[in-house]
């Protein structure tokens, strides 16, 4: 039988039935559409988590005094050291790899203008640290290597910073008080947007290091260029464990620490930090993906069934199709052809259902929509299929009927 | 055209075997009607199955219009009933929510002849049987012997060789039926072999050959030479 009329008469048989057609689609409906979303909107999520990623910097190791600590408590005695501007130096001149090593000190302080104040991070920074980190000047100008070596009191805010105490005004020239010190804002940063740690990475305002040292933070430890990071910034297309364990030896060196003993420092590099959020986050969207799969697979058995109650119902009109000259082939495909397109009509509604959830998802949490169509295609491919495997068994039911026996029953 | 020979069939219930034929030799030739007749269980049924080709025998030999179809397979067998065989069952056995048309279209269908030539075909099955403003109507709307119509039509709209008949007035008035075995004569007239199973003598009477079965064995194979007219 040709195939326009074997959907004729599959289309004929769900509209008979219409509300039973509709209740075991359900199950289809919502399993594509739960997989179509879930693929998606982890598509999106993962998006923003790249964009994270490069709004970190991209290749970028954070080096720290301390030994690293792996389950528990490591401080050896006479292992400590504290980092220095020297290292930061030293390991920027001896790997040619490295684009910036930037030495900074962190703290917090309260910012006042006039009678608005507003607590945030004072980063102590040289000039390798806006490279480094990625960041960009919005309005005004970097500091100085001369601002920086005498460590004048100028401050670059972050942009968050900048709005809630100069508003919409200019904050380039004005001076800003931290902990008591007049600063003069040169100039303001590019916004960067929620770091993967929810921080955000706006608000923030950045001093000469030799500034932080002095009335702002205090001095970070027993030398006098002393400093608690030092983040590096490795070219792209260099192999970071490689560039890591240079690293490693360049301080291990510095530091004359004995061959086997644990390293007085760690190293972190930020991007694998993301990447591990990101693949935990991708792990639960695979979870996801695989409750909604099995919402398929459920609705396929829901398929099935209402397709043996169908071939029951039906064992006359199959017997008497068979009498007039229908093979067992016809009677399978007419079957499978009513399965298959129970199972297509339910994945095209599961996809506009998924549209609207994506949409709506991604409106709510401003990620970009990534609609996939191949996995578009995926799911009606899918959901086909399930009507081939769910189908087949009660199509095959249908076909090995007697013609004889289907015709007696009543 | 109709070749019988030695037909065998045993159906195992339980631990007994039901010898449902038990030897039935019959030859039937091109243009006869004929009516079988027989009590419940004599083997009338499983016989008229075995022309019909919708049932092989154990043992014997069936040729149906040249071709032995007792060692076919169940797809070659339902081509044979495709191409050779028009049934008329008692219950009609149309399509529910399916026109007139549609439903007699169906064997076309299976024979794999393209829409423009089925729709021509179907239409004249339909006026053959005196349905030709009926076309368009569901089974719903038609009488029972309009829908019986309607089945006789679909039987003939592949030109078989012959038509079967299984108590085709058993679902109707007498009247009714008085005219559908009318029209069964008329076909015959024109040509068409015709076999009809019954229990009701008056049925049988239309016909110019009864067979009589029992216990699964022809008894008795009479020529009417004054048969009934409608």
Partial sequence: ?410 | MLVCEDLHKDYIVGNETVRALDGVSVRVERGEFLSVMGPSGSGKSTFMNMVGCLDTPTRGRIVVDGETVSELSRDALAEVRNRKIGFVFQQFHLLGRTSALDNVELPLLYAGVPRPERVVRAEQALERVGLRDRMGHVPAQLSGGQQQRVAIARALVNRPVVLLADEPTGALDSATGVEIMELFQELNEGGITVLVVTHEPEVAGYARRVLRFRDGRVIADERQPARMTA
């Fill in chain 1, 1 to 410: 039988m040709p195939i326009v009329e074997l959907l004729r008469v599959a289309l004929e048989a769900l509209r008979v039935n219409l509300m039973r057609s509709i209740l075991t689609m359900l199950g289809i409906i919502i399993g594509v559409a739960a997989v179509i979303a879930m693929v998606t909107v982890g598509a999106g999520a993962q998006a923003e988590i790249d964009r994270q990623i490069s709004s970190l910097g991209s290749n970028l190791f954070m080096v720290m005094s301390g030994a690293r600590s792996r389950g528990g408590v490591r401080t050896a005695s006479g292992t400590e050291m504290r980092l220095t501007e020297a290292d930061a130096r030293a390991l920027k001149a001896e790997i040619p790899e490295i684009v910036a090593a930037a030495p900074t000190m962190r703290g917090a302080a309260q910012v006042v203008v006039g009678n608005t104040n507003w607590s945030t991070t004072i980063q102590g920074i040289d000039n390798e640290y806006l490279v480094a980190r990625g960041w960009q000047i919005d309005e005004g100008r970097d500091l100085e290597p001369q601002e920086i070596r005498s460590g004048s009191k100028v401050a670059l805010l972050g942009s968050r910073v900048a709005t809630e105490l100069f508003g919409a005004g200019n904050a380039i020239g004005q001076t800003v008080r931290i902990k008591n010190v007049p600063f003069v804002v040169v100039g303001t940063l590019v916004e960067k947007g929620q770091s993967s740690m929810g921080f955000d990475q706006d608000d923030i305002a950045m001093i000469p290091l030799e500034a932080a040292r002095g009335r702002v933070l205090g001095r970070a430890g027993p030398r006098s260029d002393t400093v608690s990071v030092i983040f590096v910034s490795v070219a792209e297309g260099w192999m970071m464990d490689d560039v890591e364990r240079q690293i490693a030896e360049v301080l291990r060196q510095r530091y004359r620490v004995r061959p086997g003993a644990d390293d007085p420092f760690g190293i972190r590099n930020m991007s694998e930090i993301v990447e591990t959020r990101a693949e935990a986050r991708q792990v639960f969207n695979m979870l996801l993906t695989a409750v909604a799969s099995v919402s398929l697979v459920v609705g396929g058995i829901g398929i099935m069934n209402i397709m043996l109650v169908s071939v029951t119902e039906r064992t006359r009109e199959i017997g008497l199709r068979m009498a007039v000259g229908a093979k067992g082939r016809d009677i399978l495909l007419q079957f499978l052809v009513e399965a298959v397109t129970l199972c297509l009509i339910g994945g095209v509604l599961g996809i506009l259902i998924a549209l609207v959830i994506t949409f709506g998802i991604a409106r709510i949490a401003e990620w970009p929509v990534l609609l996939q169509w191949p996995v578009v295609v995926l799911a009606l491919g899918f959901s086909g299929a399930i009507g081939i495997f769910f189908g087949f068994y009660p199509a095959r039911k249908a076909a090995a009927k007697d013609p004889i026996e289907a015709l007696r029953t009543e």
